[in-house]
């Protein structure tokens, strides 16, 4: 597999226009707001002396992740957002069984960072296995 030139730099460059995005919805929605500008900047400091680290510590050639490793968060992505689909199916039923015709939605964005807290700590580990 051939890497590109800036393919190190990806988190950064991907930062920046982040950054940039913030920049432009600031002036569109609210002026200037310097607050935010200026936590973005701190957000893409932080992340360009990561990345900085990172590019500089890494001295050999192998691949970040190998095949197996890609095969395997597949299905764990697989298997995790069928279960989490399939138990939020259940509670939606059973809610409604129960006569609820309607629900906050904040319970379902509750339901939501808790799939996203869980997969990302589970593909954690099975990265690194």
């Known amino acids: ?52 680290f990172y590019v500089r510590s890494k001295k050999d050639k192998t691949p970040e992740v190998d095949e197996r490793t890609l095969n395997n968060m597949r299905k764990y992505y697989a298997i995790i957002a069928n279960l989490f689909l399939g138990a939020l199916f259940l509670m939606l039923a059973a809610i409604t069984y129960m006569g609820y015709d309607q629900i906050s939605i904040s319970y379902l964005w509750i339901f939501v960072i808790a799939y996203m807290l869980i997969s990302g700590i589970g593909a954690l580990i099975v990265s690194r296995r």
């Open 1 to 52: 597999m051939k890497k590109k030139k800036y393919a190190q730099w990806n988190i950064t460059i991907a930062s920046t226009g982040g950054l940039i995005g913030v920049i432009i919805g600031t002036f569109i929605f609210s002026g200037i707001d310097w607050s935010a500008i200026l936590g973005g900047i701190t957000g893409l400091f932080i992340i360009f002396l990561g990345n900085l």
